[in-house]
């Protein structure tokens, strides 16, 4: 029998199918376990290729990087040149069952239909979690998402680059003070999206190319319903796609 992607103390699979930068880890973790003296926190990531990368590659300022996860072999390799001797694996739910209890924190940064189901597991062994946004595929796992960070304690943060860099953050504590005045009206746009979505894609891909063999298909598929495998899905374009993503909306309002 397959391993369940959640919790069913909090939430099932059924619940999900019909509801469902460099200041990276730049917050104080509160490890559940005992530290010796010269103890380092044991940090670990989920999704390590594109964004994942470069999250990933900032938390080995914070600890010692002791596990990685990645669907794509690939990337895996490439994220742990520096890490020749962390644990690898393709499924999260592997390596927080065979490895969590040697974990104090950890990066999520997957497709957003895992972000809840990662985490959630994580925190679920009082491990501490840097998710990427968006926070969650829907607004229910994020409220479950928090009740479960309260109920164990654990330190949680969203990544979003463009608002943890100093220079937004000035710009917002200028306006915020008055120095523009009284501001009546906000004009935001984006180039998004830059990958395949609707309307202009309006049927599923007919074509079946071949699993690549560096591929873990059925981890990348997690949650979601189960469909064939095609490269226009992964990596990166699964924003487009529901199953897997949030769209444009959904991929740049967290900005």
Same mark, same amino acid.
């Given at each position: %029998?397959?391993? #369940?992607?959640?919790?069913?103390?909090?939430?099932?699979?059924?619940?999900?199918?019909?509801?469902?930068?460099?200041?990276?880890?730049?917050?104080?973790?509160? @490890?559940?376990?005992?530290?010796?003296?010269?103890?380092?926190?044991? &940090?670990?990531?989920?999704?390590?290729?594109?964004?994942?990368?470069?999250?990933?590659?900032?938390?080995?300022?914070?600890?010692?990087?002791?596990?990685?996860?990645?669907?794509?072999?690939? /990337?895996?390799?490439?994220? +742990?040149?520096?890490?020749?001797?962390?644990?690898?694996?393709?499924?999260?739910?592997?390596?927080?069952?065979?490895?969590?209890?040697?974990?104090?924190?950890?990066? &999520?940064?997957?497709?957003?239909?895992?972000?809840?189901?990662?985490? %959630?597991?994580? %925190?679920?062994?009082?491990?501490?979690?840097?998710?990427?946004?968006? +926070?969650?595929?829907?607004?229910?796992?994020?409220?479950?998402?928090?009740?479960?960070?309260?109920?164990?304690?654990?330190?949680?943060?969203?990544?979003?680059?463009?608002?943890?860099?100093?220079?937004?953050?000035?710009?917002?504590?200028?306006?915020?003070?008055?120095?523009?005045?009284?501001?009546?009206?906000?004009?935001?746009?984006?180039? /998004?999206? &830059?990958?395949?979505?609707? @309307?202009?894609?309006?049927?599923?891909?007919?074509?079946?190319?071949?699993?690549?063999?560096?591929?873990?298909?059925? #981890?990348?598929?997690?949650?979601?319903?189960?469909?064939?495998?095609?490269?226009?899905?992964? @990596?990166?374009?699964?924003?487009?796609?529901?199953?897997?993503?949030?769209?444009?909306?959904?991929?740049?309002?967290?900005?």
């Amino acid at each position: %029998m397959a391993k #369940s992607y959640v919790q069913t103390t909090h939430y099932s699979r059924r619940a999900f199918l019909g509801a469902s930068a460099s200041s990276a880890f730049a917050f104080t973790f509160l @490890p559940s376990r005992v530290f010796g003296a010269n103890e380092r926190l044991q &940090v670990a990531g989920i999704g390590v290729g594109g964004k994942g990368k470069s999250d990933f590659d900032a938390t080995s300022s914070h600890g010692d990087v002791v596990a990685a996860c990645d669907v794509d072999a690939r /990337r895996l390799d490439v994220a +742990l040149r520096k890490h020749p001797n962390a644990h690898r694996y393709s499924d999260y739910r592997e390596m927080l069952e065979k490895f969590g209890d040697k974990i104090d924190a950890l990066n &999520v940064s997957t497709p957003d239909h895992h972000h809840a189901p990662a985490a %959630m597991r994580a %925190m679920e062994q009082g491990i501490h979690v840097y998710v990427q946004k968006p +926070l969650s595929h829907t607004v229910w796992e994020a409220r479950q998402m928090r009740l479960l960070a309260e109920k164990n304690n654990i330190c949680t943060q969203m990544g979003n680059q463009g608002t943890a860099e100093n220079g937004l953050r000035a710009g917002a504590e200028f306006v915020q003070q008055g120095g523009l005045g009284k501001v009546k009206d906000v004009h935001v746009w984006t180039n /998004r999206p &830059v990958w395949p979505q609707a @309307p202009g894609v309006t049927e599923r891909f007919k074509e079946t190319p071949p699993i690549p063999e560096h591929i873990d298909w059925e #981890s990348f598929i997690g949650p979601a319903p189960m469909r064939p495998y095609h490269p226009n899905y992964t @990596p990166f374009k699964w924003r487009g796609w529901w199953d897997y993503g949030t769209g444009a909306l959904g991929d740049m309002a967290c900005h």
